[in-house]
């Protein structure tokens, strides 16, 4: 006889779980519940319209929000040594996922399935913030992963969201110089998000490809395997995102390219909505040796909200992943969020992106907490 449990007893564990949302440290599969919530009624939105593209707007940007307001308590972080052996299980169940409803998407907002233009509104938001939210933390999980497969298959992610570069980019800019003027991606005080973007995006592309040159310069490999092997990753970047472009053309015309480009680009606007509100207006101090004090909690933004937290794979925990990059996502922890000089988000990381888009109702909200937690840092 099979020692796993039956079909009644995970789906009562499955509702006990999502019942401790707040209470008690989430299992893979109140991740999964949460994150797949919104999968269905994407798909169906884009066979059929009607309703369900809206009904999965109202879950994505309301009621994933009000979750998190009705609750309002963090959940407890995992006891050290606890293991999540599902975690990647998911991640790559989430990466089939996002390839399955971009290629529906861009059919859909193309015109293959006869929708209304009402329906390829919500369905564009609906598709975009999935992409933005959930892709996005995935594909960042996965990009961090020791296992080969694994990375590669967050870097096909990216790429097929025309952003591959973020995969060299995250790694070897950001996680080194996070929270100082040589990252492109950290937003400096004052900085609205709408001058942050444009630089951030080039810059981080440059910045990336200057690094994997670097490190393929200090290789020196010999032979035409070895070079092979250690070519630039920008070339698969740049080659997977023109395939990518090809595909969609031959399969859905330049109305299928327009609606990909449109899905893309709102699709990296989250992602950089997120870089630019995690590390906005924190700086690492210059210490006695010229260099810059280590990364700590003080230079990231972390929002203890429950259910976003769940939706975006634990990204809002961002200083634990800029403490241990590898740590799998169940894993990382908030801590002492109520500690002196602990920067923490007013209201969810999804919301204050929201937020961001307004510059001055972000600078009138987060200027006065960033200068407060930037005077002590002066003094390192």
């Keep these: 006889m099979s020692d796993r449990p039956d079909l009644s007893t995970r789906l009562a564990g499955l509702a006990q779980g999502l019942r401790m949302i707040g209470r008690a440290v989430p299992g893979i599969d109140v991740f999964a519940t949460v994150t797949f919530a919104p999968v269905p009624l994407i798909v169906l939105g884009a066979l059929f319209g009607g309703i369900w593209p809206w009904l999965a707007v109202a879950w994505i940007g309301g009621l994933v929000y009000a979750l998190d307001r009705l609750i309002a308590r963090a959940a407890p972080d995992a006891p050290e040594g606890r293991e999540f052996p599902a975690a990647d299980r998911l991640s790559v169940a989430l990466a089939i996922a996002h390839f399955v409803l971009l290629l529906l998407g861009v059919a859909a907002l193309s015109g293959v399935t006869g929708l209304s233009i009402p329906a390829r509104i919500a369905l564009f938001f609906a598709c975009g913030l999935f992409f933005g939210q959930v892709s996005n933390s995935n594909a960042h999980e996965l990009i961090h992963r020791a296992d080969k497969r694994l990375f590669v298959l967050g870097k096909w992610v990216y790429i097929s969201l025309l952003y591959g570069h973020h995969a060299s980019a995250h790694r070897l800019v950001h996680h080194r110089f996070v929270a100082t003027r040589d990252d492109p991606n950290s937003a400096v005080l004052g900085e609205s998000f709408w001058a942050f973007a444009p630089q951030a995006w080039t810059g981080a592309f440059i910045a990336g490809w200057e690094m994997e040159e670097a490190r393929r310069k200090r290789l020196a490999p ?159």
């Design 222 to 380: 010999e032979g035409w395997k070895a070079r092979l092997a250690a070519m630039n990753p920008y070339v698969s970047y740049v080659l997977g995102a023109i395939w990518c472009l090809i595909l969609v053309g031959l399969l859905f015309g330049l109305a299928g390219v327009a609606a990909y480009l449109a899905l893309c680009l709102y699709a990296q606007m989250q992602i950089l909505l997120a870089d630019y509100v995690q590390h906005y207006g924190l700086e690492r101090a210059l210490i006695a040796t010229g260099q810059y004090e280590p990364v700590s909690a003080r230079h990231s933004w972390d929002a203890p909200d429950p259910v976003s937290s769940l939706w975006m794979l634990n990204a809002p925990r961002h200083s634990d992943h800029h403490a241990h990059p590898a740590r799998p996502y169940p894993e990382l922890r908030l801590g002492a969020i109520t500690a002196e000089g602990r920067p923490v988000l007013p209201r969810s990381l999804p919301a204050m992106a929201t937020l961001a888009l307004i510059p001055p109702l972000w600078h009138r909200v987060m200027d006065p907490r960033a200068r407060a937690l930037r005077r002590p840092a002066r003094g390192v």
